[in-house]
């Protein structure tokens, strides 16, 4: 898994800050120990201590080395519910419901991001993607030059049965619904740039249809490839494939097949899905069935890294998703100086 050893080093070279909102779930209390241990993340646990403190002696989990903020009692509480109220108060939260959420862990974690007191915060084993996503957008927001927040997994393939190894990106598999042109267009975007951050490659993009090179008619075949012109209007020089299936996105002979003028010549590392249906489907095709480690959902085009997971992961995949949390935050503080 050099992608992931390569993350995990560089996490480790400068531990950032990482905020978790669901330390009474064991998976992620055993992530933020073994992270701590291995010392790529200095762990905030934010939620009830009592609880966390009753889970850890349960487990047997040291919790030494980690940080907590308990809302029940965290001096920054003031700080942070001025800074939930100051965001929305335009959308008419008062005081009194900006304290009683910014008590919310979920909510907690996001602000202390947004404070500065975290470089980046994890959730989702507990909380579902729309109420992790929701969180960020609302409290972090996107990113200069962006309009939309979305997400991909890393994913790994490293077994000795597959054919194709090494790290993917997939793109959009937890978040935007049913992305317009415009919308796909950035999606890809973003993919591209996360490529060159986490797999430090050079984006090969497939946009992924069911149609090659327009061997099939019908609208949804035309959203991908307009989104593809917009891309490479923004993005010259930049490897792309437009409406291509995935066989030959990913397999050389059949790309020579179907597609002989291909740019990414089925050796895509950026594989964008048209729509979540097909992402959410063909991410866990592939983690389930494939045996691929799925890492994520990541979001891309936040102002801060903030991440989710699926609630069926295992403290290995939260383990993995803070130490990319670390390594976004370490993009971010470079883009900000
Ligand atoms: C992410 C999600 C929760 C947002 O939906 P929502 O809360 O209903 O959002 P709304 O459409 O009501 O928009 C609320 C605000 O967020 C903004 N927003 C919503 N999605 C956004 C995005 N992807 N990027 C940027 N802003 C976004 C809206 O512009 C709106 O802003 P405003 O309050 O300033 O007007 C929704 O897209 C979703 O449920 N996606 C699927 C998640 C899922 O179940 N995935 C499968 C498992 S991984
Ligand atoms: C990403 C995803 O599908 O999340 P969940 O399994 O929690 O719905």
Known sequence: ???????????????????????????????????????????????????????????????????????????????????????????????EQAAEQAAQPLICANLLVK???????????????????????QILGVKPGFKLISSFFLMMM?????????????????????????????IAMAAADSARDLLMEEPRVAMLSFSTRGSARHAAVDKVVEAA????????????DEDVQLDAAIVAEIANRKLPDSQVKGNANVLIFPN????NIGYKLAERVGGAVAIGPLMQGLSLPANDLSRGCSAEDVFHVIAVTVVQGHSAAAAKA
Do not use: W, Y
């Open 158 to 186: 490293c077994e000795p049965f597959h054919s194709l190894k090494g790290g993917l990106i997939f793109s959009d598999c937890g978040l935007v619904v049913d992305p317009n042109a415009e919308e796909l267009s950035e």
């Open 1 to 95: 898994m050099k992608a992931l050893n390569r993350i995990i080093e560089q996490a480790r070279k400068a531990p950032g800050r990482i905020a978790l909102s669901e330390g009474d779930d064991a998976r992620v209390l055993t992530a933020a120990v073994r992270a701590t241990q291995q010392g790529i993340a200095r762990i905030i646990l934010v939620g009830s201590r009592a609880n966390a403190e009753a889970l850890a002696a349960k487990e047997g989990l040291p919790l030494d080395g980690i940080d907590f903020v308990d809302p029940t009692d965290s001096p920054l509480m003031p700080e942070l519910t001025d800074a939930l109220f100051e965001l929305r108060r335009h959308k008419g939260m008062t005081r």
């Open 229 to 240: 012109r917009r891309v490479k209007a923004q993005r010259p020089g930049m490897a792309i």
């Open 276 to 279: 979540l249906e097909a992402g």
């Open 115 to 137: 404070a500065g007191h975290a470089d980046g915060t994890v959730s989702g084993a507990v909380h579902t993607t729309g109420d992790v996503v929701r969180a960020a957008i």
